[in-house]
């Protein structure tokens, strides 16, 4: 059915209104409206935002505190939710028993039908601090209140209850999985930023000045790359302190991984700067008295911040990957600390994983949010040219 003239002329007017928007638009517009289009990618937003709500909630998620344990669950197996008794509405878990391999003294777990461990949402369990008082920075740390409610629980706290099973000293397996969120996602956000600024001030000299400088700096990018990284890990491994404290190795791994990442950054820097710094606009902030600084924060990386967010969003992952390999192997992290790499330390064995493969569920959390961030960076690559 042919339209009229007046919907004929809404339909124009509809069109020239969208034409008009999209001439006016910002650039960050502009990219938001092209990554909306990206659904995987969106959705990749959304896991990565949750996680990292987890890693800053953790004690709210968890069900149990980090180090609480029951000895006489080691390697419980996973207890499966039951939403319905009897037909009725009534969520809760199994009691476990267990028996005595007469031959090899190995614990049999069983199901007892009979014990029935009501869980709740928003239980009440042990008293713990909201907020950002687990970050070694003056001031945030003092930032938090104290609460006892935990997402989800057993109505009776004493209860065992194990929704991923227990590790070798009867812990939680999911509690110290959320906790591990923490140490994993901060490693990588920190480095990032490390990786950043070296990044954007070596790079951005390198293209801007020229001569000399240039000729210095990309000869120390082609060092740094040429170095392998597996010797330079255990020989830092080898002369780290025992006596070290968490929050110190911590740190030490973080500037490894940041000074081993920030290469790929500052090239990538270079040629932008190269191309750009011939331009009128850039000519005529220097005629102005522009300082190098002002060149560099105010006029140049603006014109290509989504292609840096876009190449960090895909560097994150590889930084979570680098910390748990690091500490799988022992030359990362190493217990007390809690991380992904930390926890997988139990796998190495074999005949481990064979018996116990609950002991996976951290492996499974790496592969979710490298997926998602590289997801997530992929939209981002394709939204950071917008026309």
Known sequence: MDMTVHEQAVVLGMHEESELKLEVATQWQLTWWKFRKHKLAMFSGGVVIFFYLVAIFAEFFAPWERTQYIAEYVYAPPQPVHLFDDGKWSPHVKGLTFERDPDSFK????????????????AKGAEYKVGLHWMPVPYLNDLYFTTSRHLIGAKDPTQPMYLM????????????????TRISLSVGLVGVGVSLMLGITLGGLSGLVGGWVDNVIQRLIEIVMSVPDLPIM???????????????????????????????????????????????????????????????????????????????????????LGET????????????????????????????????????????????????F?????????????Y
């Open 234 to 320: 255990l020989a830092i491994a080898a002369s780290v302190p025992l006596d070290w404290s968490v929050i110190k190795v911590y740190f030490l791994i973080t500037l490894v991984i940041a000074l081993r990442s920030w290469t790929g950054l500052a090239r990538v820097v270079r040629s932008k700067f190269l191309s750009l710094r011939e331009d009128d606009f850039i000519l005529a902030a220097k005629l102005d008295g522009a300082p190098q600084s002002r060149l560099i924060f105010r006029h140049m990386l603006p014109s290509f911040y989504s292609h840096i967010i876009a190449s960090l969003t895909l560097a994150l992952p590889g930084m979570i």
């Open 107 to 122: 614990k049999i777990w069983k199901i007892d039908d009979e014990n029935k461990i009501p869980i709740t949402l928003f």
């Open 165 to 180: 099973g227990a590790d070798k000293s009867g812990r939680d397996i999911l509690t110290r999985l959320i906790y591990s």
């Open 374 to 386: 590289n997801f997530l960076g992929d939209g981002l690559r394709d939204a950071a040219d917008p």
């Open 325 to 372: 390999a690091l500490s799988f192997l022992g030359l990362g992290l190493r217990a007390p600390a809690v991380s992904w790499g930390v926890m997988l330390q139990e796998t190495q064995k074999v005949a481990v994983l064979a018996l116990y493969p609950w002991l996976l569920w951290p492996a499974a959390a790496v592969i979710t949010i490298v997926l998602a």
